[in-house]
Every structure is written in structure tokens, then in C-alpha cells.
């Protein structure tokens, strides 16, 4: 596609609840970023892709934060039993192999009730 | 570990004039980029303008311009003939490239309003 996609815009969940999120990147970019950014916040990085592996998982702030990538490119990341601290926009960034430049979704902004 | 602090939480400045957002940061890394991007209400963040550390010379692209100093490990983003559309908040983040992946750090950012 032209830019990266991210779906659903936004998200309500009650707390407990397992959701999934979808970044579809730009076409031809192996590399793939997950970050949060919580209100007020700067962005935190979560998650790095490079095809389907993920060498660099050490953002992923806990075990019931996971995410997978599939045929090199669409990536979901999944917050299972969610709690309220999940609240927050989730943003997909997408580069070239060695890429410096990093291209963002325009993110899922997650409520937990 | 990198860090990147901006210490303006929000700035305003009027229509046409100059405004300057102050970023630095702190490393060992003697190979990196600096980034500005924006993000307006829609969310997205977009490229404002990116600078090599081993360039000397300050990046510029169209009204915005940047002031790198890289001994003080300080990166200033100037905006010149600030318009409306210029509202939004602005990040300053850092990147050391690596071959297991070049995440990005950013400091916290800066509310910009432009005002008519």
C-alpha cells in the first residue's frame, strides 16, 4: 500500500479481555516497529521485525504483551487480559531492510474500561 | 542507553514569526541520526527533517532548519514563517543504526500552537 495501515483506529475493551492489533507496512519494507505512546507521553518502543523474526522483543513490558508477523509483512500484536495501564496509542512504523527512515501507521488508540 | 530530553513541554508563537524547540541527548555513540517529527491530531507521525551525526553541516528542508551541535549533544529545530498548519506536537528522537534493528528513542515532546 501507499503508507502503513493500522487497524482498528480505535479500540474499546473491557479490562480482561484479550485484543489484537494490526499493522499492514508499506510494500517492501522488511522492517517493522511496534511503539506505545501513552497519554502525555513520549513514544515507547515495544517490538522490532526484521521479515518474520523478531530479534529485539525487550520493550514488550510484559508476558501478556506478544506479537507476530506472517509472510513478511502484515504484524499483530496482541494485549491479552487487558488492564487499564494498556490504555494508550499504539503506533506501527515501517523501513527498508537497512533503512533509516522509519514511516508510521497513524496507530490504534486502545481504551480499557 | 540513549536518552533524549526536551524540556519545553509547550511553546506558542504567533503567525509568520520564528520559533526555536530545544531537544538534547545523551550518548556513547559517535555513529548516529537525529530525527524531528510531528504529529498532528491525526496521530501519524511525520518526518519534519533528519540529520547525519558525521555531517557538519545543519539539515535544512524548506521553513525548517535545524542547529546541531554535536559536542554539546544538543539538537534545536527552528521553524521559520510559522503557519496554522504547523500545530501540532513535535518530537526530537535518536537513532544509533544496527544491523538487529534501528529503533528509535524520542523525548517526551512539545506542544506547538501557532496562533493567528
Known amino acids: 500500500g501507499a503508507g502503513v495501515s493500522q487497524s482498528p483506529s480505535n479500540k474499546v475493551t473491557e479490562k480482561g479481555k484479550d485484543v489484537e492489533l494490526r499493522c499492514d507496512p508499506i510494500s517492501g519494507h522488511t522492517a517493522l516497529y511496534w511503539y506505545r505512546q501513552s497519554l502525555g507521553q513520549g513514544l515507547e518502543f515495544l517490538i522490532y521485525?526484521?521479515?518474520?523474526?523478531?530479534?529485539?522483543k525487550s520493550g514488550l513490558p510484559s508476558d501478556r504483551f506478544s506479537a507476530e508477523r506472517t509472510g513478511g509483512s502484515v504484524s499483530t500484536l496482541t494485549i491479552q487480559r487487558t488492564q487499564q495501564e494498556d490504555s494508550a496509542v499504539y503506533l506501527c512504523a515501517s523501513s527498508l531492510p537497512v533503512g533509516v527512515v522509519a514511516f508510521f501507521g497513524q496507530g490504534t488508540r486502545l481504551t480499557v474500561v | 542507553a540513549q536518552t533524549v530530553t526536551q524540556s519545553q513541554p509547550e511553546m506558542s508563537v504567533q503567525e509568520a514569526e520564528t520559533v526555536t524547540l530545544s531537544c538534547t541527548y545523551d550518548?556513547?555513540?559517535?555513529?548516529?541520526?537525529l530525527f524531528w517529527y510531528k504529529q498532528p491530531p491525526s496521530r501519524q507521525m511525520i518526518l519534519v527533517i533528519r540529520?547525519?551525526?558525521?555531517?557538519?553541516q545543519n539539515a535544512t528542508e524548506n521553513r525548517f532548519s535545524v542547529n546541531f551541535q554535536k559536542a554539546a549533544k544538543s539538537f534545536s529545530l527552528k521553524i521559520s514563517d510559522s503557519q496554522l498548519g504547523d500545530t501540532a506536537m513535535y518530537f526530537c528522537?535518536?537513532?544509533?543504526?544496527?544491523?538487529?534493528?534501528?529503533?528509535?528513542?524520542f523525548g517526551e515532546g512539545t506542544q506547538l500552537t501557532v496562533n493567528p
Open positions: 540529520q547525519e551525526a558525521y555531517k557538519q
Open positions: 521485525f526484521q521479515g518474520n523474526s523478531a530479534p529485539d
Open positions: 528522537a535518536f537513532m544509533k543504526p544496527e544491523t538487529s534493528g534501528s529503533r528509535l528513542t
Open positions: 550518548t556513547s555513540e559517535n555513529n548516529y541520526y
